[in-house]
């Protein structure tokens, strides 16, 4: 076989090589990926004191799926069924909309803390590595609940007005940080993507590291401000 054609059956190998391995690698690190043509890995979160829901419903258009987010003067919100090693998979993407925001809303006082989509990863609590303290803490909410609540939270917003910080405290708990992803009007009507790191963020935000296991949660509220909205979301992705 003459030289140059060995060069280029060596051009194609690497090209082939090239260009499929790294996509068998990519499914083998993904942990979670749901493109939302059902609702089989999400399970209903309803809040004790909330009487009003919100909606969450699967639709479709020109053969494309979607989770359609709906509250009016409601709170709600839709709980992965799957829990993950946050440290082995640490980190999340997924493509959002919002048709609108709330006027009232505010992430600074808990009048307004309302958003027509974020996106919490919730930490869970591990008694084995708790102190007194927080075992006492969650011990008692355990039997009030039932279960444990979450040992902290990052929760990712899509803000209803421009903030000076990306990193706010809730006005409801300490535990709970959220971060501005988006902000404002700018982007209404327009399919935004989004990618984090579960671990570096909640570093910044606890100046600590996280609890390994984790889950993700979905909400698009409206209790606080009695306004209503829409949004939605296209994929939601956790890979390594």
């Not at 690497?14 to 990519?26: E, I, M, N």
């Not at 939302?36 to 009487?51: A, G, H, R, V």
């Not at 309302?114 to 919490?120: A, E, G, K, L, W």
């Not at 300490?174 to 971060?179: A, E, K, L, T, V």
Request: proline share 4%; aromatic share 14%.
């Amino acid at each position: 076989m003459k030289l140059k054609h060995w060069l280029t059956l060596i051009t194609i190998i690497t090209f082939v090589t090239v260009a499929v391995l790294p996509l068998h690698s990519q499914k083998q690190e993904t942990f979670f990926v749901d493109n939302f043509d059902d609702l089989n890995n999400w399970t209903p979160l309803l809040f004790p004191k909330i009487e009003t829901h919100s909606t969450y419903v699967i639709v479709t258009d020109e053969g494309y799926s979607f989770l359609k987010t709906e509250s009016n003067a409601s709170a709600s919100a839709l709980i992965c069924k799957k829990i993950f090693n946050s440290y082995k998979f640490p980190r999340m993407r997924w493509r959002w909309k919002v048709n609108n925001v709330y006027t009232k809303g505010n992430a600074l006082k808990k009048s307004g803390d309302d958003y027509p989509i974020r996106v919490y990863i919730m930490f869970h609590y591990d008694a084995e590595k708790a102190n007194f303290s927080e075992r006492i803490t969650y011990g008692f909410a355990k039997l009030i609940y039932g279960e444990y609540p979450p040992h902290s939270s990052l929760n990712y917003i899509w803000a209803n007005r421009i903030h000076d910080e990306n990193m706010i405290i809730s006005p409801y708990t300490d535990r709970s940080i959220m971060i501005v992803l988006e902000e404002g009007t700018e982007k209404i009507g327009k399919w935004v993507d989004e990618g984090v790191h579960i671990i570096q963020d909640y570093k910044r935000a606890f100046g600590t590291d996280p609890p390994e296991k984790a889950s993700i949660a979905i909400m698009n509220d409206s209790d606080n401000t009695q306004e209503a909205s829409i949004s939605y979301l296209d994929f939601i992705e956790v890979f390594k």
